[in-house]
């Protein structure tokens, strides 16, 4: 992305000083939030993360903390300052969801200054939830506004930029140019690696549209003439090779074992095994969803589900 909040940039360079960075969202992350993508350490047109893993995209310049649906988006979740500084830049009124507008690629953002050249801006907060203004003082955790989806995003995230005398710097490996190299972070407090992993997951009558799982589908009762008993997971993170091993049980016992193999890396992605219903009724009763994430023959992830057929 090219955010408009701040002057033209320069190529990366290792930073002088330090600037200890805190959590910038009230949310744990691997729970109620994650990280989409991470910055690119790739020169050319592949990408990699820090890592040297798949989880970003090429020329990104930041950090995504993202929330896994609309749904909870709508509920406020609040974006804080990383670190003490002065707030240089605020811009707020891009409607979240729309198209992005040509130099407004950041949305509504925050821009703060924390002196020796260090800055830190924060973009695609909600419309309307700014909180500060250019002047303003901010300390460690001072909310700044909520996530949202405005200018260039495909889903609700903040997108922290962090740079030194102009200088995009990944705050997880602030002192190297390429992915792999051993160095110290930016963080007060280590932020933990999440190599992919599941988002949601849930039971319908049919496969769901991707759109509804990623507005907030909810798990409803069924009733026992339901056409169909489907197990949906929502994904992030995915390699080729991947397998999603799915597993519904109910009152009469295993109703389906299945396990579906990934073709290739995707940031985000959904999946869904279910039955047909071939007597009258299911029988009734509640009925147990798991979905295990599995990389090179290791249990990554694991969620699991519940559902009530009948009276």
Not at 56 to 69: E, K, Q, V
Not at 96 to 114: A, I, K, Q, S, T
Request: glycine share 12%.
């Amino acid at each position: 992305m090219n955010p408009a909040l701040h002057l033209a940039l320069i190529a990366c360079a290792t930073p002088a000083g330090a600037l200890d960075l805190h959590w910038p969202v009230a949310c744990t992350l691997g729970e109620t939030c994650h990280i989409q993508q991470y910055f690119d350490h790739d020169p050319g047109p592949q990408s990699t993360d820090f890592t040297c893993g798949p989880l970003s995209y090429d020329g990104h310049d930041g950090t995504d903390i993202a929330l896994a649906t609309r749904a909870q988006m709508a509920t406020g979740v609040a974006v804080l300052a990383a670190a003490p500084g002065v707030v240089k830049g605020v811009r707020d009124g891009v409607a979240d969801f729309e198209p992005h507008v040509e130099g407004r690629e950041c949305g509504n953002g925050v821009l703060v200054d924390h002196g020796d050249g260090w800055q830190t801006q924060y973009c695609h907060l909600r419309q309307g939830s700014v909180l500060v203004r250019p002047g303003d003082s901010v300390t460690n955790g001072t909310p700044l506004g909520l996530i949202g989806q405005s200018g260039m995003a495909d889903f609700p995230h903040l997108h922290l930029s962090v740079r030194q005398n102009g200088a995009e710097i990944d705050p997880f490996l602030p002192q190297a140019s390429t992915c792999g190299a051993s160095a110290a972070t930016l963080w007060a407090t280590p932020v933990p690696y999440e190599p992919g992993g599941f988002l949601e997951a849930g039971f319908s009558a049919a496969v769901p549209e991707f759109d509804a799982i990623q507005a907030g589908l909810a798990t409803l009762p069924l009733p026992d003439t339901a056409p169909g008993l489907v197990l949906w997971a929502f994904l992030y993170g995915s390699r080729a090779g991947d397998e999603v091993v799915f597993q519904i049980t109910g009152p009469a016992g295993t109703v389906l074992e299945a396990t579906d193999t990934l073709e290739g890396p995707q940031a985000q992605l959904f999946r869904a095994m279910g039955k047909r219903l071939t007597a009258d009724r299911w029988p009734a009763g509640s009925y147990a969803g798991s979905v295990v994430l599995r990389r090179g023959g290791v249990d990554l992830d694991q969620m699991a589900v519940t559902v009530q057929i009948g009276p």
